[in-house]
Every structure is written in C-alpha cells, then in structure tokens.
Nanobody, 121 residues
Framework: VQLVESGGGSMQTGGSLTLSCAAS????????MGWFRQAPGKEREGVAT???????YYAGSVKGRFTASQDNAKNAVYLQMNSLKPEDTAMYYC?????????????????WGQGTQVTVS
C-alpha cells in the first residue's frame, strides 16, 4: 500500500490544519496507522496512532490539540491539528504497521508516505 500525505501549509500560531493521508488500496482492519513528524535537525517523533478498531493514542505534546481519524470507505486517515504552535513546525508523515503497534514501535511501520510540510509562525 502506498501512502500520500496532503494538506500541509503555513499557518499562524493558534490556527488549525487538517492533514490527509490517502492509501492506494484498502487499509484493512488489522493495521495501525501512525502520524509522525520530523523538524529540521531533530529526530523523527511519533505524534499519533490509530489502532485497529479505531482507538487512538497521542504524544503528550499534541494531546488535546490533535485528533487522528480514519475513513475506511475512503482508505484515508486524517490528522486534525488545532491550536498550532511554532514547535509543531515539521515535515509530517503517515505510516502503516501490520498489527497493533503504537508510534513508539517505529520499526514496525513498514509503509511511509513522502511527507507534507507544516510551518507555524
């Protein structure tokens, strides 16, 4: 399955953006979908996970501000980002893992998109 992110852009502090991740095929019901980000000069970090069944898990830095969701009919996942901060500036990636894995199990994520840039000033 190929993944393609979209929806990034430039936003002022406090604004909102919704990222989309479109899959080339059926995502399936036994996969975890993760959102990750990488800022210049920093390591990639996990942001959110959508587990099989739809439950979610968030990094502390985004909890309460970001919401991950999945639309199986459209083979897509989304990341609604509210109350954006300059420290949210990064390239954002979606990725897929077979099974029940949080973003902390980065090595389990086997399919990655090319990323979409989010800049908050």
């Amino acid at each position: 399955v190929q993944l393609v992110e979209s929806g990034g852009g430039s936003m002022q502090t406090g604004g909102s953006l919704t990222l989309s991740c479109a899959a080339s095929g059926e995502i399936g019901t036994r996969v975890s979908m993760g959102w990750f980000r990488q800022a210049p000069g920093k390591e990639r970090e996990g942001v959110a996970t959508i587990y099989p069944g739809g439950s979610t898990y968030y990094a502390g830095s985004v909890k309460g501000r970001f919401t991950a969701s999945q639309d199986n009919a459209k083979n897509a996942v989304y990341l609604q980002m509210n109350s954006l901060k300059p420290e949210d500036t990064a390239m954002y990636y979606c990725a897929l893992a077979l099974g029940y894995f949080s973003f902390r199990d980065t090595q389990k994520y086997i399919s990655w998109g090319q990323g979409t840039q989010v800049t908050v000033s």
